[in-house]
């Protein structure tokens, strides 16, 4: 038979054991948003990537590559440098009021040989 002192040091347990879990539930929840959201980015950045890769393949001067890369995902920003044709995009965050970044910018180049 349980004494009271070990009855009350069991139930302090499980009280201690829910107080810690509602402390670190919600880092937990925030992290999943830091994580869904790094790989919502990186989705986007490997996008991006594969427009880079078929603009490399193809031989057109470079109007013609941002017409293209336009024509894949409208929400790209091309620009034309003389060493480099750069394909910009911002992507929104998901969890951006949780994690306290609302946007991502992804950045990819073709240098000019």
């Known amino acids: 038979m349980l004494h009271q002192r070990e009855w009350l040091i069991m139930l302090n347990n499980k009280a201690q054991s829910l107080v810690i879990f509602v402390l670190c539930l919600p880092i937990f929840l925030l ?3 830091y994580v869904f959201d790094m790989v919502n980015a990186n ?5 991006l990537d594969g427009i880079i890769e078929t603009l490399k393949m193809t031989d057109l001067d470079d109007q013609s590559m941002c017409e293209l890369a336009y024509k894949n995902d409208e929400k790209v920003k091309c620009t ?3 060493t480099a044709l750069t394909l ?3 992507i929104n965050s998901l969890f ?3 994690t306290g ?10 240098n000019k040989e």
């Open 80 to 82: 034309i440098d003389n």
């Open 88 to 90: 910009e995009k911002e």
């Open 96 to 98: 951006g009021k949780i």
């Open 43 to 47: 989705y986007e950045r490997k996008k």
């Open 31 to 33: 992290f999943i948003a």
């Open 101 to 110: 970044r609302n946007t991502y910018k992804i950045k990819a180049a073709i």
